[in-house]
Nanobody, 126 residues
Framework: QVQLVESGGGSVQAGGSLRLSCAVF????????MAWFRQAPGKEREGVAA???????SYADSVKGRFTISQDTAKNTLYLQMNSLKPEDTAMYYC????????????????????WGQGTQVTVFS
């Protein structure tokens, strides 16, 4: 059974940093897409960043240069380092896992991903 467990959320002042973690259990595929999504109240869920099993990454324009997605395959853990946080980054953050579709081709469509974590709340106050 595949399970994704996020942690690391919290409240932080604008300009601060947080690092989210996503521990992955039971996902047996050696090739994959992993991604972070977020959903703010009253808004649709949006893709934030993605990484594939080759290590290729992609980012939403709104977080480029501020967020970094990474993975530790030995620990089966996905990370999202978030720097220079803004109030508009406030949302529930989810990690997701899906199939591999080619180098650097992980989509930012939530319908693509098969497995989801329960989410971790990030609140940025000014």
């Amino acid at each position: 059974q595949v399970q994704l467990v996020e942690s690391g959320g919290g409240s932080v002042q604008a300009g601060g940093s947080l690092r989210l973690s996503c521990a992955v259990f039971g996902y047996a595929y050696s090739s994959y897409c992993m991604a972070w999504f977020r959903q703010a109240p009253g808004k649709e869920r949006e893709g934030v960043a993605a990484i594939d099993s080759d290590g290729s990454t992609s980012y939403a324009d709104s977080v480029k240069g501020r967020f970094t997605i990474s993975q530790d395959t030995a620990k089966n853990t996905l990370y999202l380092q978030m720097n220079s946080l803004k109030p508009e980054d406030t949302a529930m953050y989810y990690c997701a896992a899906g199939p591999y579709v080619g180098v650097g081709s992980c989509p930012d469509l939530d319908s693509f991903y098969n497995y989801w974590g329960q989410g971790t709340q990030v609140t940025v106050f000014s």
